[in-house]
C-alpha cells in the first residue's frame, strides 16, 4: 500500500503563482524526499528533508516537514511554465538507512499555464 | 557518466512469454532497486539490492525475478508475463550519503505491454 497520500491529486495556476502540493504518511521516517517526473520521462530528485529538519529551501522550492502530524508540504514560489510535471513525494523508513527502498506517494500533476 | 540507463525502451509480450528488463548504473552505487508505476499509482517497489549478491523483495514481487551478480547491473526477469504486469517500469540507484541520506537516481523507464 502507498505510504505517502498528496493533495492535491492535480493543480492549475498562472505562471508567476505560487504552488503548493502536501504530503501526508503513515509510519515514522529517516526522511522524506520530492521528487519531479515530466511526461514519459524518468523521476528526478528535487530535494531531501531529514527528520531532524522542519525547513529547507533549494532555489524557488520550499519544503516544510511536520512529523508530529506526518505531513510534508513543498512551495514552488513564482511558478514557470517548465515547472508543469508530476511531483511526488517518497519517504525512506526510520531505523538507519532505507537501502535504496522509498515508498511513494501518489503525486501531484502540476499544470503551469503561461 | 552514462548515469542508470535501462533496454529496452518499449516492449510488447504476449501472455506468458518471460523477458528480462536490463538496468546498469555507472556510478558504484552500493544500492539498486526497481519500480513499477501505474497510472494514478506512484511508484510500487518490486525488488531491491544493498550490494552484489544480495537482493530481497519490495511491496509487489510476485512474477518478477532478480539478481545482482555485479554492482554494475540489475536485471529484472518477468517469469511468464501477465496483463497485469503492464506497466512502466523504472530502475534506481542510491548510495548512502552524508547523514544517511540517500538520494535515488532514477533511469528513463521501459513500458510493458503485455497483450
Known amino acids: 500500500s502507498q505510504q505517502g497520500e498528496e493533495d492535491p491529486q492535480a493543480l492549475s495556476i498562472q505562471e508567476g503563482e505560487n504552488a503548493t502540493m502536501n504530503c501526508s504518511y503513515k509510519?515514522?521516517?529517516?526522511?522524506l524526499q520530492w521528487y519531479r517526473q515530466n511526461s514519459g520521462r524518468g523521476l528526478v530528485h528535487l530535494i531531501l528533508?531529514?527528520?531532524?529538519?522542519r525547513e529547507k529551501h533549494s532555489g524557488r522550492l520550499r519544503v516544510t516537514l511536520d512529523t508530529s502530524k506526518k505531513s510534508s508540504s513543498l512551495l514552488i514560489t513564482a511558478s514557470r511554465a517548465a515547472d508543469t510535471a508530476s511531483y511526488f513525494c517518497?519517504?525512506?523508513?526510520?531505523?538507519?538507512?532505507?537501502?535504496?527502498?522509498?515508498?511513494f506517494g501518489q503525486g501531484t500533476i502540476l499544470t503551469v499555464h503561461p | 557518466n552514462a548515469g542508470v540507463t535501462q533496454t529496452p525502451k518499449f516492449q510488447v509480450l504476449k501472455t506468458g512469454q518471460s523477458m528480462t528488463l536490463q538496468c546498469a548504473q555507472d556510478?558504484?552505487?552500493?544500492?539498486m532497486s526497481w519500480y513499477r508505476q501505474d497510472p494514478g499509482m506512484g511508484l510500487r517497489l518490486i525488488h531491491y539490492?544493498?550490494?552484489?549478491?544480495?537482493?530481497d523483495q519490495g511491496e509487489v514481487p510476485n512474477g518478477y525475478n532478480v539478481s545482482r551478480s555485479t554492482t554494475e547491473d540489475f536485471p529484472l526477469r518477468l517469469l511468464s508475463a501477465a496483463p497485469s504486469q503492464t506497466s512502466v517500469y523504472f530502475c534506481?540507484?542510491?548510495?548512502?550519503?552524508?547523514?544517511?541520506?540517500?538520494?535515488?537516481?532514477f533511469g528513463p523507464g521501459t513500458r510493458l505491454l503485455v497483450l
Open positions: 534506481a540507484s542510491s548510495y548512502l550519503g552524508r547523514g544517511g541520506s540517500e538520494t535515488q537516481y
Open positions: 509510519t515514522s521516517i529517516n526522511n
Open positions: 528533508i531529514r527528520s531532524n529538519e
Open positions: 517518497a519517504t525512506a523508513g526510520a531505523g538507519g538507512t532505507s537501502y535504496g527502498k522509498l515508498t
Open positions: 556510478m558504484n552505487h552500493e544500492y
Open positions: 539490492s544493498v550490494g552484489a549478491g544480495i537482493t
